[in-house]
């Protein structure tokens, strides 16, 4: 008897079927990263270099496959709604291995320069691997309609009316969560540019625009530890410490390599910045400042301003920096930034909101609060999907009691840098709001005087600072300066 694995597939004629064609190794890395993603909530940039690495792709072929899975997550609601009105069945149905093969093919038929054949039959090839044959014909006779319009012909198709729900029609052709774009609308209402005519709504469509654009890659120069000079790159406009790096892996650096430098987001670098800067009212007569970092993990801002404490010339008192994590794993993250700075007293694993010093024993203190991080929506590119308003229910009144606790660390005189990476009013003016109305001993100081290179960028509440990545380049970074005045 022949063995039925080899008659199998058999033509009659005895001719042997064609070999199957299987997925190329970056689509197949692209999908398994869209997986975990969705299955095991993972972060893209954490598993994407191991899944990377696993494939053997690098140089182009890693880049290729770092857009298919940042584009796709990021532009899920638009593909989403286009999937939808190709099918005769509802989205929810679709099984979801499907569904991200089908966002993959999406993204290269509507937003890469991928040409449509290709980016059809590697996607066909992908579902045929992954889940069978028959899925494999329905992603093909869906992906033969995507690819009927461009992606300006498929927003005019399903999106809302953008005169009747401007918002609605910005969540599909932006791809955003719609309370999202509400939040991220009161927040430019609130942060009127002062330099250029333009209108909120006009705002908001290149505010969401630039979220769904890959931010270059910034480096942050520790000052007394290297030179800006030294690093590749093109100078940031306003940090005087940073640079953009011009391509390449940032690790590949010597002077990041050696934590001589960092990869640090210019927002946060004027962050860093703006609390070293700031003149402070004489306090009791010190040979050396003391500064607290409150919620240093995992350590960016306090490597800066270790260093900066470090650095400072002889016409202000030296400083040292606490830095406070309430994580030890990202404890740890933070002592490694520190390693080798001077200007560290040290770091504490501990609860900001529980003080284990006296009240009133720091001249500066940064308090950069946990967010629900809208405003580095460029970066993370599944983090607009996993945030909902009720995160807003536990982390508001975290900010408040924190900020309120590094207030008491404060003496008369000293000042709080309270800064989110989220522009949401909840977490900026309302918090820094609610802890001035409940004190006699604060008020609010103006930033544009410590950072008046800085322009464009008024917050909601006077003095307060609001960067944006249209305007900025940065993330969205909130700054609030609070001065002790007893
Ligand atoms: C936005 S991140 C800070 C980023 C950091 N400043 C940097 O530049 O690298 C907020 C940090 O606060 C920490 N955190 C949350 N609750 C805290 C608390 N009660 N006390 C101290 N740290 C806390 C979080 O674990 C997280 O590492």
């Not at 691997?129 to 300006?152: I, K, M, P, S, Y």
């Not at 953009?244 to 960092?262: F, I, N, S, Y």
Request: glycine share 8%; with cysteine.
């Amino acid at each position: 008897m022949a063995d039925p694995r080899q008659s199998r597939g058999r033509r009659p004629g005895g001719r042997p079927p064609r070999a199957r064609k299987s997925a190329d190794p970056s689509r197949r890395a692209a999908l398994e990263v869209l997986t975990a993603v969705r299955v095991d909530d993972a972060y893209t940039n954490l598993v994407l270099p191991s899944v990377l690495r696993t494939h053997g792709l690098t140089g182009r072929d890693a880049a290729f496959t770092t857009e298919l899975v940042s584009g796709t997550l990021r532009r899920r609601a638009t593909y989403d709604a286009v999937i939808a009105a190709c099918l005769d069945r509802p989205l929810a149905k679709v099984q979801a291995k499907v569904l991200d093969a089908l966002r993959l093919g999406a993204h290269q038929l509507l937003s890469m320069r991928v040409p449509s054949h290709a980016a059809i039959s590697s996607t066909v090839d992908l579902v045929r691997d992954a889940v069978g044959q028959g899925a494999a014909g329905f992603a093909n006779a869906v992906l033969r309609r995507v690819c009927e319009e461009d992606l300006a012909g498929w927003v005019r198709r399903v999106a809302p009316d953008p005169v009747r729900d401007p918002h609605g029609f910005s969540a599909v052709a932006h791809s955003h969560p719609r309370w999202v774009v509400d939040a991220l609308g009161e927040a430019l209402a609130r942060s009127p540019r002062t330099e250029v005519a333009t209108t909120t709504a006009d705002e908001l469509q290149a505010l969401l625009a630039a979220d769904n654009e890959a931010p270059a890659v910034c480096l942050v120069a520790r000052p007394g530890r290297v030179d800006r000079a030294e690093l590749p790159g093109t100078p940031t406009l306003f940090s005087p410490y940073g640079v953009v790096l011009d391509g390449g892996d940032p690790g590949e650096v010597p002077a990041v390599a050696q934590g001589r430098a960092g990869v640090q987001d210019e927002g946060s670098q004027l962050v860093a910045l703006a609390l070293a800067r700031v003149g402070l009212e004489p306090g009791p007569e010190v040979a050396e400042e003391r500064w607290l970092d409150l919620c240093a993990g995992p350590g960016g801002k306090s490597a800066l301003l270790a260093a900066l404490a470090a650095t400072r010339d002889g016409s202000a008192p030296g400083a040292r920096l606490l830095s406070v994590e309430r994580q030890p794993h990202r404890a740890r993250l933070v002592r490694r930034a520190l390693d080798g700075a001077d200007g560290s007293l040290g770091v504490v694993t501990a609860d900001g909101t529980q003080p284990a010093w006296p009240a009133g024993s720091f001249d500066r203190v940064q308090v950069d609060v946990p967010c629900t991080g809208l405003g580095a929506l460029r970066r993370r590119p599944e983090s607009r999907w996993r945030r909902s308003p009720e995160d807003l229910e536990a982390l508001v009144p975290l900010q408040r009691a924190l900020l309120d606790r590094a207030v008491d660390a404060v003496r008369p005189g000293g000042v709080v840098l309270y800064s989110t990476c989220s522009p949401v009013l909840a977490e900026t003016a309302d918090v820094v709001s609610s802890v001035l109305a409940e004190r006699d001993d604060v008020r609010l100081g103006d930033l544009s005087l410590v950072l008046p290179e800085v322009t464009d960028a008024a917050g909601p509440l006077p003095g307060t600072m609001q960067l944006w990545p249209h305007r900025h380049r940065t993330d969205a970074m909130f700054m609030a300066l609070l001065e002790r005045t007893s």
